[in-house]
């Protein structure tokens, strides 16, 4: 039976947990999460760092994930850390776009030309300029601690999309950002704002005719028992941010906070070996349950999604220059 007293002997034990400093002895476990299953690169990555965090403080502090959309969306998951009633967050920049707007010329149709143009860029300084905007802004209420990798965006249906006159008349599941649904509708497609937690059962039950996204979703999130032809529309390289609920971080110690940034680092390079291993793998994976991948004329999207470039890019023009002149 809870009587007041435990009650309120259990809100404490909460209030030390998450305070940290306040109850040197007392143990913290941080709560993690992430829209993909437990084996999937980015999961993998914060969990090894948290028994980083573990062996560090000698147990004091540790991580727990929820991983595979427990916690919600990713909309529900950046709430969550604003509030501080989840600490660490793993999320794509498509989610934050609407948070804080610097991040979408990431979320632009074409803006790298290969994963690697991506890598350079979020590895040198307009990366780093980047997050620092997203802790500085008021409106994050979130610290950023990495980078993580999620390869490239190509469109899955149970037809091919090889060229824009393809996706006529097709609904294809788009991020919940608006830039996102018009990119789809200069590409041919009816773009349809859903948040990922919807997703499958919109794809099998018929509410969309397809999504779009990179190897390891659709195998990890078993999209391709419903879709079966993946085309290599190529449209979008967006990287995704691991953050921490500022509201937490506020009250850590200037080690901790230190040491939180430094595994964070080491975070950030091993998930990036973990995505390569893993999207090889995820390819083949696919291949051999049947899904057939098709080439697109990624030229006749670039094209057909120049208006969106242009009218979302025209504020990040400067920016866009040095995305582009980025070897
Ligand atoms: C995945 C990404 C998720 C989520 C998802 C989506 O590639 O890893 O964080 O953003 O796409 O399409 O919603």
Request: aromatic content about 8%; cysteine-free.
């Amino acid at each position: 039976m809870i009587t007041r007293r435990t009650f309120l002997a259990s809100t404490a034990a909460t209030t030390a947990t998450f305070t940290g400093h306040a109850f040197a002895q007392s143990k913290v476990v941080w709560k993690a999460s992430d829209v993909h299953p437990l084996g999937y690169p980015t999961v993998e990555a914060i969990q090894n760092m948290g028994k980083k965090l573990e062996a560090a403080t000698n147990g004091r502090i540790s991580i727990q994930m929820f991983p595979s959309m427990q916690l919600g969306g990713e909309k529900e998951m950046i709430e969550q850390a604003q509030v501080g009633a989840l600490q660490i967050a793993r999320i794509s920049v498509g989610a934050m776009g609407p948070v804080v707007d610097d991040l979408n010329v990431f979320n632009l149709p074409f803006v790298f030309r290969d994963e690697a143009h991506m890598r350079k860029v979020i590895d040198g300084p307009i990366g780093q300029d980047l997050l620092d905007r997203v802790t500085a802004s008021p409106a994050s209420r979130l610290v950023v601690l990495g980078w993580m990798d999620a390869g490239t965006r190509n469109v899955y249906a149970n037809k091919p999309a090889t060229k824009p006159a393809d996706l006529k008349g097709m609904k294809i599941r788009m991020m919940g950002n608006p830039l996102f649904v018009e990119t789809m509708n200069a590409m041919g497609g009816n773009g349809v704002a859903m948040g990922f937690n919807e997703l499958f059962q919109a794809l099998q039950t018929g509410v969309v005719d397809g999504a779009e996204n990179n190897p390891p979703t659709l195998l990890a999130q078993n999209h391709y028992t419903v879709s079966k032809v993946y085309s290599l529309t190529g449209h979008l390289i967006i990287p995704e941010i691991f953050v921490f609920s500022k509201r937490t971080w506020d009250g850590l110690s200037k080690e901790d906070q230190a040491l939180v940034r430094k595994l964070s680092r080491e975070a950030q390079m091993e998930q990036r070996a973990l995505w390569d291993k893993y999207s090889g793998e995820a390819e083949t994976k696919l291949k051999a349950a049947g899904v057939k991948f098709v080439e697109a004329d990624k030229k006749a999207f670039y094209a057909s999604t120049q208006p969106i470039r242009d009218k979302y890019g025209a504020k990040y023009a400067a920016l866009l220059k040095r995305i582009e002149e980025t070897r």
